[in-house]
């Protein structure tokens, strides 16, 4: 099938960019968007041009990596799917796709569709961890109870793969979501009972001097979540972070 492409093209974070219009025949339906954009590239290389710059790695739905607005909505019009997940037989011939990277200030274009996420990790290392006590003498965590209710709910905290989609869905540009999943996989269980304090109140800070915005309860970032990260997380980080506070 033919598909005609508008993708947002930037040299660099210092540079203005715009959306440059393509058109690609011979698609495949079973074609991955990722193996689309690599067709597009070849076809690009070989006429001379500079090919799409656009993040990849695992391209099975586990790293985030892959993370692009298409069609303004985050990771495509498919659900609870990556990027690289989403299959060109979800568009029809003759569509116009329009490809654009996350916007939001805490994630500045590097160059065309790849943006800095370092944000997140800084985030994580301010608390996204457990000490481990390594004296020769430390308790096995599978020996320590814990009610399935909380190791489920813990489990599907984690399952958040750190892509952003919450961040390029919400109005607000808000990381609740993606922070309030990484404090409540620790939060749930005995083992982060310890750090808990210092764990929400340095994240929290941290989140606010990266630049994301505030949440407002729209709930767009649980519905473009390739993963389904519930807003009870952002429930229970509020409920923590209180509790942090007024202890402190």
Same mark, same amino acid.
């Given at each position: 099938?033919?598909? =005609? %492409?508008?993708?947002?093209?930037?040299?660099?974070?210092?540079?203005?960019?715009?959306?440059?219009? =393509?058109?690609?025949?011979?698609?495949?339906?079973?074609?991955?968007?990722?193996?689309?954009?690599?067709?597009? #590239?070849?076809?690009?290389?070989?006429?001379?041009?500079?090919?799409?710059?656009?993040?990849?790695?695992?391209?099975?739905?586990?790293?985030?990596?892959?993370? %692009? !607005?298409? /069609?303004? &909505?985050?990771?495509?019009?498919?659900? &609870?799917?990556? @990027?690289?997940?989403?299959?060109?037989?979800?568009? #029809?011939?003759?569509?116009?796709?329009?490809?654009?990277?996350?916007?939001?200030?805490?994630?500045?274009?590097?160059?065309?569709?790849?943006?800095?996420?370092?944000?997140?990790? &800084?985030?994580?290392?301010?608390?996204?961890?457990?000490?481990?006590?390594?004296?020769?003498?430390?308790?096995? *965590? #599978? *020996?320590?109870?814990?009610? +399935?209710?909380?190791?489920? *709910?813990?489990?599907?905290?984690?399952?958040?793969?750190?892509?952003?989609?919450? @961040?390029?869905?919400?109005?607000?540009?808000? *990381?609740?979501?993606?922070?309030?999943?990484?404090?409540?996989?620790?939060?749930?269980?005995?083992?982060?009972?310890?750090?808990?304090?210092? &764990?929400?109140?340095?994240? @929290? $800070?941290?989140?606010?001097?990266?630049?994301?915005?505030?949440?407002?309860?729209?709930?767009?970032?649980?519905?473009?979540?390739? +993963?389904?990260?519930?807003?009870?997380?952002?429930?229970? !980080? /509020? $409920?923590?972070?209180?509790?942090?506070?007024? +202890?402190?």
């Amino acid at each position: 099938m033919k598909i =005609y %492409l508008k993708i947002w093209r930037q040299k660099s974070a210092a540079t203005k960019g715009s959306m440059v219009q =393509y058109t690609l025949d011979g698609v495949e339906s079973d074609m991955s968007f990722l193996e689309m954009l690599d067709v597009l #590239n070849e076809d690009l290389i070989n006429k001379g041009e500079e090919p799409v710059e656009f993040d990849h790695d695992c391209r099975e739905g586990i790293c985030g990596t892959c993370s %692009l !607005m298409i /069609n303004g &909505r985050p990771h495509g019009p498919d659900s &609870r799917i990556t @990027v690289c997940q989403l299959h060109m037989r979800s568009f #029809n011939d003759g569509d116009t796709i329009v490809i654009e990277p996350w916007r939001a200030k805490a994630f500045p274009v590097i160059k065309d569709l790849i943006v800095d996420r370092t944000a997140f990790d &800084r985030i994580q290392q301010a608390g996204g961890y457990i000490s481990v006590n390594t004296s020769g003498r430390p308790v096995d *965590a #599978n *020996a320590i109870p814990i009610e +399935k209710d909380a190791a489920d *709910a813990s489990f599907n905290a984690a399952t958040c793969i750190g892509c952003g989609a919450c @961040v390029a869905a919400c109005k607000n540009a808000s *990381a609740m979501l993606f922070t309030s999943a990484k404090v409540s996989q620790f939060a749930l269980l005995p083992q982060g009972q310890v750090e808990a304090a210092d &764990r929400v109140l340095n994240m @929290v $800070r941290q989140m606010d001097l990266e630049g994301f915005g505030n949440c407002t309860n729209t709930g767009a970032c649980e519905v473009e979540c390739p +993963k389904g990260i519930s807003l009870e997380n952002i429930a229970r !980080m /509020n $409920r923590e972070y209180l509790a942090a506070s007024v +202890k402190g």
